[in-house]
């Protein structure tokens, strides 16, 4: 291998990366925050990746950045509209099982109810002339797209890392998390806080399936796929981190890569094997609560 | 001989040394208080014995044998019971069936011996009359009760009894007492108490820990009129 | 100890199967072992999730051990495809073992994720491996020839016997020492613990049973469509299934997947029947499963004897 394979290959995997955090990031909000874990997940990045794709073909010449702001709104808003209608509800029962069981139901509805309106085709998003731009570098020739799509994942993280670190609602947010009995009595309003997390946890994953559906095609069946990804990138970040997520990612991503280079028919046996072993390994010595 | 020995065991948590270097024997046939102010370390020093906990360091020794590595349950079967503060009942089994299970586990029993022991256990507990009830709906003196039948069903030759008086009144403390009496020949027993009055009449020998170390030891009356005891209970 | 009414079960379950064997027409029979096989694994998550807390997301796991084992042993060696059948549990269950001591490093849902991805890993390596087919999969042909005349007849009759059977099983289990210590453990692990259980060793034995008995009711279904393919088998299609049967019907208790395959099955016949597409059965079947969790947390089966007895208790007082 060449110095410039390998840097084309390091490239890659960053970019890879990126996006497999940028698919674990709203799960890791909304279990790290509502402690649920959120099985439609997978399906909100399927319904931003449609709602982009539907937004272009109504819209052929919408700009991108309000492409990606749509699908982001309109994820936001189905996550918010199913935390306060069905998920709120289930989050109140003793056993926490049932909240997770209620988001599995949601999952298989929302999936069907996409596949039912929009048909069970693949499809792809369609950048136009950004597909094929690249740029050369010191010889090395490589994509702008997946430098694009890396951007968006890094400022969509540091954007969150803001929100949560930096501003009245993210401490809000983490008040709810850490006590909420002690935080509503100082003040904090839990069911809303828990409806923003919700809403900004899909918009997370609206991003994230815009960004998925750029660089392969997507069908309204894919969300089990997304969903496995997102709970491969959260375990392994350490349930919640939000800088866990990114290093999971890009381990996860840098790995599909690698074994993608050195055995062409690897799929993501050798991703899911790095994450299975790194899970028990880190079980064993007791790294895990 | 020792049935139940400690040998310079600690357990830390974090920086912070919730047990510190504790030696402790413990004979057959004797009854033990270990009293001590809040966050003394009796709990914790419990749960070591029982393997809910592991030591930091130090050994655990059963008989002269080093338990120190033996799993919880193990150490049931190798005849360690503990009744918790917090009765660990199993509130959608019956009464019954809740002593049922040390007694076919942790005992071993089987067939006759078992639904013979279990009666007896549950006769010396003064739960007859409930056996069939679920535990569940039973009161805050019964559940204690039950968590003492528990205990005492796996046929322990160490009991541990871990604040079962707590929370309770006085004629409930009485009638606790009395079934710890009926339960006291044959076994040694190490009672963790908040409320030393409970401890008379059935522990014989005092020890009395502070800020996770052994600060006294010995028989009743003479740990009882000790200065130090004083100082510690009025002087913190 | 066999109850009276366990024995007449077994007989009318018995007589059943016969009947099936002979009578039905072989749609019917192809449904029905459908739905028996169903059953089958849905008791058998449950008694891990619902009594041992063991909620998985990968039961798929166990369906392609099960079947790969049926059809690698089957089409490799001369052993009639019935005695590989009752090989299949016992081949699978020393897989379960190490499997389960890997597994049960992790805990509630590290422990559904980590089974789910153990699954994939296992599909993905039988996708990579041309031996076992690859991802073209297997067509079973025990000892090297083709199957003849209706596999269907024999493996509802079996299916029919065995879901019986496997009720009464679970109830004199649930009524034994082990059974107790089970429900001991579903209350309060910690607790059960210190009362003398080993309560590591006995999810492990619950892990290896389920995960034998989901492989050998799949190895029933995989007799009766004569071809596998990896993506079939080990798909997540089957934990989706398996949850909904057992969440909507009742987890934790016997007759909840019994009422779960019926309301399962039963309502995808009547929608196809009537020109319903899959993706439309798909979304009342989502909504059915928030609706029975919003309003009967429990299920649809513990909400019904808990109605029961106050309407009786009503008529006494």
Same mark, same amino acid.
């Given at each position: 291998?060449?110095?410039?394979?390998?840097? +084309?290959?390091?490239?890659?995997g960053?970019?890879?990366?990126?996006?497999?955090a940028?698919?674990?990031?709203?799960?890791?909000?909304?279990?790290?925050?509502?402690?649920?874990?959120?099985?439609?997940?997978?399906?909100?990045?399927?319904?931003?990746?449609?709602?982009?794709?539907?937004?272009?073909?109504?819209?052929?010449?919408?700009? &991108?950045?309000?492409?990606?702001?749509?699908?982001?709104?309109a994820?936001?808003?189905?996550?918010?509209?199913?935390?306060?209608?069905?998920?709120?509800?289930?989050?109140?029962?003793?056993?926490?099982? +049932?909240?997770?069981?209620?988001?599995?139901?949601? #999952?298989?509805?929302?999936?069907?109810?996409?596949?039912?309106?929009?048909?069970?085709?693949?499809?792809?998003?369609?950048?136009?002339s950004?597909?094929?731009?690249? &740029?050369?570098?010191?010889?090395?020739?490589?994509?702008?797209?997946?430098?694009?799509?890396?951007?968006i994942?890094?400022?969509?993280?540091?954007?969150?890392?803001?929100?949560? &670190?930096?501003?009245?609602?993210?401490?809000?947010?983490?008040?709810?998390?850490?006590?909420?009995?002690?935080?509503?009595?100082?003040g #904090?309003?839990?069911?809303?806080?828990?409806?923003? +997390?919700?809403?900004l946890? #899909?918009?997370?994953?609206?991003i994230?399936?815009?960004?998925?559906?750029?660089?392969?095609?997507?069908?309204?069946?894919?969300?089990?796929?997304?969903?496995?990804?997102?709970?491969?990138?959260?375990?392994?970040?350490?349930?919640?981190?939000?800088?866990?997520?990114?290093? #999971?990612?890009?381990?996860?991503?840098?790995?599909?890569?690698?074994?993608?280079w050195?055995?062409?028919?690897?799929?993501?046996f050798? +991703?899911?094997l790095? &994450?299975?072993?790194?899970?028990?390994?880190?079980?064993?010595?007791?790294k895990?609560? | 001989?020792?049935?139940?020995?400690?040998?310079?065991?600690?357990?830390?948590?974090?920086?912070v040394? !919730?047990v510190?270097?504790?030696?402790?024997?413990?004979?057959?046939?004797?009854?033990?208080?270990?009293?001590?102010?809040?966050?003394?370390?009796k709990?914790?020093?419990?749960?070591?014995?029982?393997?809910?906990?592991?030591?930091?360091?130090?050994?655990?020794?059963?008989?002269?044998?080093?338990?120190?590595?033996?799993?919880?349950?193990?150490?049931? $079967?190798?005849?360690?019971?503990r009744?918790?503060?917090?009765?660990?009942?199993?509130?959608?089994?019956s009464?019954?069936?809740?002593?049922s299970?040390?007694a076919?586990?942790?005992?071993?029993?089987?067939?006759? !011996?078992?639904?013979?022991?279990?009666?007896?256990?549950?006769?010396?507990?003064?739960?007859?009359? $409930?056996?069939?009830?679920?535990?569940? !709906?039973?009161?805050?003196?019964?559940?204690?009760?039950?968590?003492? !039948?528990?205990?005492?069903a796996?046929?322990?030759?160490?009991?541990?009894?871990?604040?079962?008086?707590?929370?309770?009144?006085?004629?409930?403390?009485a009638?606790?007492?009395?079934?710890?009496? $009926?339960?006291?020949?044959?076994?040694?027993?190490?009672?963790?108490?908040?409320?030393?009055?409970?401890?008379?009449?059935?522990?014989?020998?005092?020890?009395?820990?502070?800020?996770g170390?052994?600060?006294?030891?010995?028989?009743?009356?003479?740990?009882?009129?000790?200065?130090?005891?004083?100082?510690?209970?009025?002087?913190? | 100890?066999?109850?009276?009414?366990e024995?007449?079960?077994?007989?009318?379950?018995?007589?059943?199967?016969?009947?099936?064997?002979?009578?039905?027409?072989?749609?019917?029979?192809?449904?029905?072992?459908?739905?028996?096989?169903?059953f089958?694994?849905?008791?058998?998550?449950?008694?891990?999730?619902?009594?041992?807390?063991?909620i /998985?997301?990968?039961?798929?796991?166990?369906?392609?051990?099960?079947?790969?084992?049926?059809?690698? %042993?089957?089409?490799?060696?001369?052993?009639?495809?019935?005695?590989?059948?009752?090989?299949?549990?016992?081949?699978?269950?020393? @897989?379960? %073992?190490?499997?389960?001591?890997?597994?049960?490093?992790?805990?509630?849902?590290?422990?559904?994720?980590?089974?789910?991805?153990?699954?994939? %890993?296992?599909?993905?390596?039988?996708?990579?491996?041309?031996?076992?087919?690859? /991802?073209?999969?297997?067509?079973?042909?025990? *000892?090297?020839?083709?199957?003849?005349?209706?596999?269907?007849?024999?493996?509802?009759?079996?299916?029919?016997?065995?879901s019986?059977?496997?009720i009464?099983?679970?109830?004199?289990?649930?009524?034994?020492?082990?059974?107790?210590?089970?429900?001991?453990?579903?209350?309060?692990?910690?607790?059960?613990?210190?009362?003398?259980?080993?309560?590591?060793?006995?999810?492990?034995?619950?892990?290896?049973?389920?995960?034998?008995?989901?492989?050998?009711?799949?190895?029933?279904?995989?007799?009766?469509?004569?071809?596998?393919t990896?993506?079939?088998?080990?798909?997540?299609?089957?934990?989706?299934?398996?949850?909904?049967?057992?969440?909507?019907?009742?987890?934790?208790?016997?007759? *909840?997947?019994?009422?779960?395959?019926?309301?399962? %099955?039963?309502?995808?016949?009547?929608?196809?029947?009537? *020109?319903?597409?899959?993706?439309?059965?798909?979304?009342?079947?989502?909504?059915?499963?928030i609706?029975?969790?919003?309003? @009967?947390?429990?299920?649809?089966?513990?909400?019904?004897?808990?109605f029961?007895?106050?309407?009786?208790?009503?008529?006494?007082?």
């Amino acid at each position: 291998m060449t110095a410039a394979q390998f840097t +084309v290959l390091i490239f890659q995997g960053l970019t890879l990366g990126g996006l497999y955090a940028m698919i674990g990031a709203g799960l890791a909000l909304n279990y790290g925050i509502l402690k649920v874990l959120q099985l439609a997940h997978g399906e909100y990045i399927t319904y931003g990746a449609f709602a982009a794709i539907g937004a272009i073909a109504l819209f052929p010449n919408l700009p &991108f950045p309000l492409v990606l702001l749509l699908a982001f709104l309109a994820c936001a808003l189905l996550g918010a509209a199913a935390q306060l209608l069905i998920v709120e509800r289930a989050m109140a029962h003793r056993n926490e099982v +049932v909240a997770m069981l209620v988001t599995f139901g949601l #999952a298989v509805v929302l999936r069907d109810s996409l596949a039912e309106f929009a048909g069970a085709d693949l499809r792809g998003l369609s950048v136009g002339s950004l597909a094929q731009a690249n &740029f050369t570098i010191a010889g090395i020739t490589l994509g702008v797209l997946p430098l694009v799509s890396l951007g968006i994942a890094l400022t969509s993280f540091l954007l969150l890392a803001l929100l949560i &670190f930096r501003t009245r609602l993210g401490m809000e947010i983490r008040a709810v998390s850490d006590m909420p009995d002690i935080a509503a009595l100082v003040g #904090a309003r839990v069911k809303r806080t828990h409806i923003v +997390v919700a809403a900004l946890s #899909a918009g997370l994953a609206a991003i994230a399936g815009v960004l998925l559906a750029m660089r392969s095609s997507i069908s309204p069946y894919s969300g089990l796929d997304s969903l496995l990804i997102a709970f491969e990138v959260v375990v392994l970040g350490g349930l919640g981190s939000i800088r866990g997520v990114l290093l #999971a990612g890009l381990l996860l991503g840098m790995t599909q890569v690698i074994s993608t280079w050195a055995d062409n028919s690897a799929g993501l046996f050798y +991703v899911h094997l790095v &994450f299975f072993v790194v899970l028990v390994f880190r079980a064993k010595t007791g790294k895990l609560q | 001989m020792a049935i139940l020995a400690t040998e310079n065991v600690s357990r830390q948590f974090g920086s912070v040394f !919730a047990v510190e270097r504790v030696d402790l024997t413990l004979n057959a046939g004797e009854s033990v208080g270990l009293i001590g102010p809040n966050g003394a370390g009796k709990t914790t020093l419990l749960s070591l014995l029982t393997g809910d906990l592991r030591p930091s360091s130090g050994k655990i020794l059963m008989d002269g044998k080093d338990v120190t590595s033996l799993p919880l349950y193990a150490r049931v $079967r190798a005849g360690i019971a503990r009744a918790a503060q917090i009765p660990k009942t199993f509130s959608r089994l019956s009464v019954r069936e809740n002593v049922s299970l040390p007694a076919f586990f942790g005992a071993g029993l089987a067939g006759d !011996a078992a639904s013979e022991w279990i009666d007896e256990v549950l006769e010396m507990s003064g739960l007859s009359d $409930r056996a069939g009830k679920q535990a569940g !709906a039973l009161g805050l003196l019964d559940r204690k009760r039950l968590e003492l !039948a528990k205990a005492v069903a796996s046929k322990p030759r160490v009991l541990l009894l871990d604040e079962v008086a707590a929370g309770l009144t006085e004629p409930e403390i009485a009638s606790i007492k009395e079934v710890i009496l $009926r339960l006291q020949p044959n076994r040694a027993i190490v009672w963790v108490e908040h409320i030393p009055f409970a401890l008379q009449g059935v522990c014989s020998r005092i020890v009395v820990m502070d800020k996770g170390s052994k600060l006294l030891d010995g028989p009743f009356d003479e740990v009882w009129a000790s200065e130090t005891l004083q100082s510690t209970y009025m002087g913190t | 100890m066999m109850k009276k009414v366990e024995f007449v079960a077994l007989a009318v379950g018995a007589i059943a199967a016969i009947c099936a064997a002979i009578f039905l027409d072989s749609g019917l029979q192809f449904l029905l072992c459908e739905v028996l096989v169903l059953f089958l694994m849905a008791q058998m998550w449950n008694l891990a999730a619902g009594y041992a807390g063991q909620i /998985s997301f990968g039961p798929q796991m166990f369906v392609g051990l099960g079947g790969y084992a049926l059809y690698m %042993i089957s089409n490799n060696t001369t052993i009639p495809v019935w005695v590989v059948m009752a090989l299949v549990p016992i081949v699978v269950g020393l @897989l379960a %073992i190490p499997l389960g001591m890997v597994v049960f490093h992790l805990k509630h849902a590290y422990f559904a994720i980590g089974t789910w991805v153990a699954a994939e %890993i296992a599909f993905q390596f039988v996708i990579k491996t041309p031996s076992l087919g690859g /991802s073209s999969g297997l067509v079973l042909r025990p *000892g090297g020839e083709m199957v003849e005349g209706y596999p269907e007849k024999t493996v509802v009759a079996v299916a029919l016997f065995a879901s019986v059977a496997l009720i009464v099983a679970l109830r004199m289990f649930l009524r034994s020492r082990l059974g107790l210590a089970v429900l001991a453990v579903r209350d309060n692990e910690t607790g059960a613990e210190a009362t003398g259980i080993n309560v590591r060793r006995l999810h492990l034995a619950l892990y290896t049973l389920t995960g034998a008995g989901i492989a050998t009711a799949a190895a029933l279904y995989y007799s009766t469509t004569l071809f596998l393919t990896p993506l079939d088998a080990f798909q997540a299609k089957w934990a989706v299934e398996l949850m909904f049967i057992v969440v909507v019907g009742g987890l934790g208790t016997l007759t *909840g997947p019994a009422i779960g395959v019926a309301l399962f %099955i039963g309502l995808r016949e009547f929608m196809t029947a009537n *020109g319903y597409s899959g993706d439309q059965y798909w979304i009342i079947m989502g909504v059915l499963a928030i609706a029975v969790l919003l309003l @009967l947390p429990q299920g649809i089966w513990p909400a019904l004897t808990t109605f029961y007895t106050r309407m009786t208790r009503g008529n006494t007082q």
